[in-house]
C-alpha cells in the first residue's frame, strides 16, 4: 500500500453498506413524506397540530444534532464534546440559558458519547439522549421541538420534564417494523412501495460496472445492511436491478449493526427461526443476524492463501464508521452527502443557516468531523462520485 493514496485494489474483501450508500435517496421527497406521516401518527395520538401542521423549516434540520430528551433542548456538539450551540425547542439559547442548563457547555451524557458513543446506544444515557444520525430521522428535530413548543405555550412555561420522545420512537416502530412490509400496515412502505422513482436513485451503469470491476479482480464483495430482507431486497431491486444478489459473495440482512461488530449473535436464515453455523454460510448466501467474527472467518476461508485486507463503506458514522473502525479495526470509507452539498439538489436539507455546517462551526470541528477524520480512511459525497474517479485517489 503506497503512502498517501487511497486505493480500493489494495484490499481483497470490501463491504457495503445498502441504504444512504449503495441505495441513495431523494432526501427531500423522504423528509417531506417521513414529517407528514409522524405528524399524522402524533395528531391522531392527542398532541395538538398547532405547531406540527405548520409548513416544514428546512433550515431548522441538520444531520449530527443531539436530543437532550428530558430537557426538550436540541443540541449541537463540537469535536471535543462541547456544546457549540443549543435550542430549547425552536427558540436559540442565549449564552446565559446554555450556561444554566449545561454549565462550561458541557453536559455529562454528551461527554460520555464523545468518547464512546456506544456507551450512550443503550442503557441509562441512551434515555436522556438521542443522536441524529441519518435522513431517516433528520425530522425528528423539528418535530421534537414544535412539540416542546406547543407543551411550553399550554403551560405557560417551560416543563420540568418532558417525555414526548417515547412517542416520537413508537411512530418509528410502526413504520420500519419488518413485520409491517409486506401487510402495509407501515404507510412509510406503502408509499415507497407505491412510488419507488419518487424517493430512489437508480445505480448508474458505471457504479455497477465499477462493482463488476472488482469482483473481476479477485474482491470479495459483500453486502451488510440492518434492513430486513424484505424491504433490502425492494430497496436493491429498486436502484441496482432486479440481479442485485449477484454483485455480492454474500450478503447480510437485520445486521443490527453497531452490535453486529461487537456481539457474538447467530447467523440465521431469512425466517430467523434457525441458527446458521459459520460452516454452513455458502458463497452467495442471503442471511439474517450474525456477526463479524464468524464473517470474517468466512472470508479467510474463501482465499486461504491471501493475507486479507478488508474495507467496509457506510454512511452511518457510529454504526458504520466508529464502530467497525474502533472493534475490528479494519479499514472504513465513509458515504456522506454533506461534502457536496453546495451544488446538491436537496442543499436546503444538508447545510443549515440556522445550526451552520454539519462538519465545523466558526470556531470548531463538529464530532462529526473528528468521527470521520479518526475512523475513516477516505470520506465521498456518495457511491457515483467513487466510481468516476480514479482508482488511486490522493489521500487527503
Not at 108 to 134: A, H
Not at 222 to 246: K, M, P, R
Amino acid at each position: 500500500m503506497e503512502p498517501g493514496l487511497f486505493r480500493f485494489s489494495d484490499y481483497d474483501c470490501i463491504g457495503f453498506d445498502l441504504d444512504n450508500t449503495l441505495a441513495r435517496y431523494k432526501i427531500r421527497p423522504l423528509v417531506d413524506m417521513e414529517y407528514e406521516l409522524i405528524v399524522q401518527f402524533l395528531v391522531k395520538k392527542g398532541y395538538s397540530g398547532k405547531h406540527l401542521t405548520k409548513p416544514i423549516n428546512y433550515d431548522f434540520l441538520l444531520r449530527g444534532l443531539i436530543l437532550d430528551l428530558n430537557k426538550g433542548n436540541i443540541l449541537k456538539l463540537s469535536e471535543d464534546g462541547k456544546i457549540i450551540s443549543a435550542c430549547h425547542g425552536t427558540r436559540l439559547m442565549t449564552k446565559d440559558e446554555l450556561e444554566k442548563y449545561y454549565p462550561n457547555s458541557h453536559w455529562e451524557p454528551t461527554d460520555v458519547f464523545t468518547k464512546d458513543p456506544l456507551q450512550t446506544w443503550n442503557g441509562p444515557y441512551s434515555e436522556k439522549m438521542r443522536s441524529i444520525l441519518d435522513y431517516y430521522d433528520t425530522v425528528v428535530s423539528l418535530i421534537f421541538a414544535r412539540l416542546v413548543d406547543t407543551l411550553d405555550e399550554d403551560n405557560k412555561g417551560p416543563l420540568p420534564n418532558y417525555t414526548i420522545y417515547s412517542d416520537i420512537y413508537d411512530c418509528f416502530v410502526e413504520m420500519f417494523s419488518s413485520d409491517n412490509f409486506q401487510s402495509d400496515k407501515s404507510t412509510f412502505y406503502a408509499e415507497i412501495k407505491s412510488n419507488p422513482e419518487k424517493y430512489y436513485y437508480k445505480c448508474s451503469k458505471k457504479l455497477l460496472s465499477w462493482l463488476k470491476s472488482l469482483r473481476k479482480q479477485g474482491k470479495l464483495l459483500y453486502l451488510l445492511t440492518n434492513s430486513h430482507v424484505d424491504f433490502a431486497s425492494f430497496t436493491a431491486s429498486c436502484c441496482i436491478g432486479s440481479n442485485w444478489q449477484e454483485y455480492f459473495d454474500i450478503v447480510i440482512t437485520h445486521a443490527k449493526k453497531p452490535g453486529f461488530f461487537i456481539t457474538n449473535r447467530d447467523f440465521q436464515g431469512l425466517k430467523e427461526t434457525v441458527p446458521i453455523s459459520g460452516e454452513q454460510l455458502k458463497l452467495h448466501g442471503v442471511y439474517s443476524n450474525g456477526n463479524w467474527t464468524v464473517l470474517r472467518e468466512f472470508f479467510i476461508k474463501q482465499q486461504p492463501n491471501v493475507n486479507q485486507r478488508f474495507l467496509f463503506v457506510g454512511d452511518n458514522l457510529i454504526e458504520d464508521i466508529h464502530t467497525h473502525n474502533v472493534y475490528t479495526t479494519f479499514d472504513t470509507v465513509a458515504i456522506c452527502e454533506e461534502l457536496a452539498e453546495a451544488n446538491h439538489p436537496d442543499k436546503s436539507i444538508l447545510h443549515s443557516n440556522f445550526w451552520g455546517s454539519y462538519f465545523q462551526d466558526t470556531e470548531f470541528d463538529t464530532i462529526w468531523y473528528k468521527i470521520m477524520k479518526n475512523h475513516a480512511k477516505m470520506w465521498f459525497p456518495n457511491m457515483e462520485f467513487i466510481a468516476n474517479q480514479s482508482c488511486e485517489i490522493e489521500r487527503i
